[in-house]
């Protein structure tokens, strides 16, 4: 059974430097890309940073590249997402995803439709 677990959301101040984690088990974690979406309150998810399973090739949302940065520990089969100096438009429910190592998924990193497994997402909630 492939589980995604995330974890780090809560609270936080604006201009705080949040890390999400997102850790993996039942799939060869080295072989799956990983995701990042969110989700606010009245709005469609949308996308906000992906990572090859290879961990060199990584993809941002403009509304983020240049503060958020995406990693990952294939050893640990976990995913995390530095978010740094969050604003108030940043407050949703963050999810990982993981979509099948395919050569084609520079050109679907975006799409929800890619991904094969989700985890049930963390909130995070930026105050002033």
């Known amino acids: 059974q492939v589980q995604l677990a995330e974890s780090g959301g809560g609270l936080v101040q604006a201009g705080d430097s949040p890390r999400l984690s997102c850790t993996v088990s039942g799939l060869t974690f080295s072989r799956y890309n990983m995701g990042w979406f969110r989700q606010a309150p009245g709005t469609s998810r949308e996308f906000v940073a992906a990572?090859?399973?290879?961990?060199?090739?990584?993809y941002y949302a403009p509304s983020v590249k240049g503060r958020f940065t995406i990693s990952r520990d294939n050893a640990k089969n976990t995913v995390f997402l530095q978010m740094n100096s969050v604003g108030f438009v940043d407050t949703a429910v963050y999810y990982c995803?993981?979509?099948?190592?395919?050569?084609?998924?520079?050109?679907?990193?975006?799409?929800?439709?890619?991904?094969?497994?989700w985890g049930q997402g963390t909130q995070v909630t930026v105050s002033s």
């Open positions: 995803a993981a979509a099948p190592n395919r050569a084609d998924y520079s050109g679907y990193y975006y799409q929800e439709r890619g991904y094969d497994y």
């Open positions: 990572i090859r399973g290879n961990g060199v090739s990584t």
